[in-house]
């Protein structure tokens, strides 16, 4: 019989670094599922030449209650022996448009909020659950931001976000320390990327988003990593042997 593989979910794997990284995990053998608003025809393409095991799941994240409760029924039904490791990276997010909070639609900041944090815990919650009884090394990785560390004019729904998401990876990494097979967790800040994010930061009104010529610098100067590249630090990261050592992590520091 062959070797197990290993499972690998990614939220948000139809594009920008989700994509890069369901791409690179599917050229290393691993059965990955993407989830997403809408199926990438790329990575089936990718996956069908290659022979490689791919399942996207086409699920709204911002009803996170349901997100969560489907991904915990799937893996519930999986039988963990299968498998040599599972991880979950819950990399998907929504960005407001760039201005002050009391010009941000209420409507777009909840469901930034919903997309970004909410959904990222309750599927952190399901997957712990669902894999709690599972004989194999668990991971968790969150894809945060330095803006979650850093405050920005601007930008208060997305720092808020990724500040939640670092400070829950904290408190769940202590739950995870205390068991026996407990999961590991980091909330890790992949580096500036040339996303459809950065896009939005550079041409925003540079009245409502002070910022916005850091940005325009950032792309002119040559100092943003495309999606693959970012993919295979933020990687590289993951599969570091101290991994979960540092609950809140940025790869430039690594």
């Not at 086409?58 to 039904?77: P, T």
């Not at 919903?114 to 968790?140: C, N, Y």
């Amino acid at each position: 019989m062959p070797p197990p593989s290993h499972l690998t979910i990614i939220t948000g794997a139809s594009r920008g670094l989700g994509a890069a990284l369901a791409v690179q995990r599917l050229h290393e053998g691993h059965h990955v599922i993407g989830i997403a608003r809408h199926a990438s025809p790329e990575l089936a393409a990718l996956a069908a030449a290659r022979g490689a095991s791919l399942d996207q799941w086409g699920i709204d994240l911002a009803d996170a209650v349901a997100a969560a409760q489907a991904l915990a029924s799937r893996l519930v039904a999986q039988d963990g022996s299968a498998w040599a490791s599972a991880t979950l990276v819950n990399n998907a997010g929504v960005v407001t448009p760039p201005g002050p909070l009391d010009a941000t639609p209420l409507g777009d900041a909840s469901t930034a909020l919903r997309v970004g944090l909410e959904a990222a815990m309750l599927l952190t919650a399901a997957f712990l659950h669902a894999t709690d009884t599972w004989a194999l090394p668990r991971k968790v990785l969150n894809i945060s931001s330095g803006l979650g560390r850093r405050a920005m004019a601007g930008s208060a729904v997305y720092c808020a976000a990724k500040a939640g998401m670092d400070h829950f990876t904290r408190a769940v990494a202590l739950e995870q320390a205390a068991r026996p097979n407990g999961a590991k967790l980091v909330s890790l800040a992949p580096g500036v990327i040339d996303t459809d994010m950065q896009t939005q930061l550079r041409s925003a009104d540079a009245q409502r988003f002070p910022e916005r010529e850091r940005f325009v610098q950032l792309q002119r100067l040559g100092q943003l990593d495309s999606p693959a590249q970012a993919a295979r630090k933020v990687l590289a990261y993951l599969d570091r042997p101290d991994f979960g050592q540092a609950p809140v992590a940025d790869v430039r520091d690594a």
